[in-house]
């Protein structure tokens, strides 16, 4: 019988949706839209963050300036209520996705703990 993993990871995608933690985190991401300055502020710091990946995965230097505005945009939207709601959620739902990858993973490395 052969297995299509990408089936079950499918399912498994579709299933999240429904979890408690992934509605919570919906919930406070849309709380978080309606106040127009935190989201965009959010969206500022999301867009610093990629660009700042991408330097790094391309082995580029960051600048202190690039990683000082970086700090100065996170603590600003750190202060508003719905991102640190939106938070909140996010590590619930990080702690979900780090189990799975743990189960999901925990084949490749019993193969290679022998």
Excluded: C, W
Excluded at 7 to 25: C, H, M, S, W, Y
Excluded at 45 to 61: P, V
Excluded at 63 to 82: C, M, S
């Amino acid at each position: 019988m052969a297995v299509n993993v990408y089936d079950t990871a499918n399912k498994l995608e579709g299933e999240l949706r429904q979890i408690d933690e992934f509605v919570a985190l919906q919930a406070a991401y849309d709380a978080m839209k309606q106040n127009k300055t935190a989201y965009d502020m959010f969206k500022q710091f999301q867009k610093i963050n990629i660009e700042l990946q991408q330097k790094q995965m391309q082995g580029q230097e960051l600048a202190d300036a690039e990683i000082e505005k970086a700090h100065d945009l996170a603590g600003k939207v750190g202060e508003f209520k719905e991102v640190q709601a939106l938070m909140e959620k996010e590590k619930a739902m990080s702690q979900i996705m780090d189990d799975l990858n743990q189960i999901i993973t925990k084949p490749v490395q019993e193969l290679y703990a022998n």
